[in-house]
């Protein structure tokens, strides 16, 4: 029984990372996306910076709580920025996108503090279990 609960459950995780990486894509490929426009602000640098670490926290603690513990965490410390590189380096050829280096800060910014917190909740959770022996 527990073999079917890993089998169901590895589809469902791949299935929630490609959402999350679409969604990715297809928010940093709108042609004049501006997140501020939902919350009826206009543009502003420090509203920029704060929806730039804020996605890019949540997509990267959203992507490492599905992936498998035995996936080394050097990959997705690659993986992240690398992509998160891309996406911003693509925005140059989209109207009303701009590619800026406060972006990519903004971006890595989120990702490090991520990949920080899911560190620190994964090694209370492992010194919890070990008290409970």
């Known amino acids: 029984m527990q073999d079917d609960k890993k089998t ?10 490609l959402v999350a990486v679409l969604l990715t894509i297809l928010f940093c490929t709108l042609p004049d996306f501006h997140p501020e426009q939902f919350v009826n602000q206009p543009y502003s640098t420090p509203l920029d910076i704060a929806f730039h670490s804020l996605y890019f926290f949540l997509i990267t603690l959203f992507v490492r709580s599905f992936l498998p513990a035995k996936i080394k965490l050097i990959y997705l410390v690659l993986a992240v920025p690398v992509s998160a590189f ?11 996108r701009t590619f800026t280096l406060m972006d990519m800060a903004s971006n890595v910014a989120g990702i490090i503090v991520a990949l920080a917190v899911f560190h620190y909740y994964s090694m209370g959770c492992k010194q919890e279990k070990h008290l409970r022996k």
């Open 86 to 96: 891309l996406l911003e380096s693509v925005q140059i050829w989209i109207p009303g």
């Open 8 to 17: 169901n459950h590895k589809p469902r995780a791949n299935i929630a990372i």
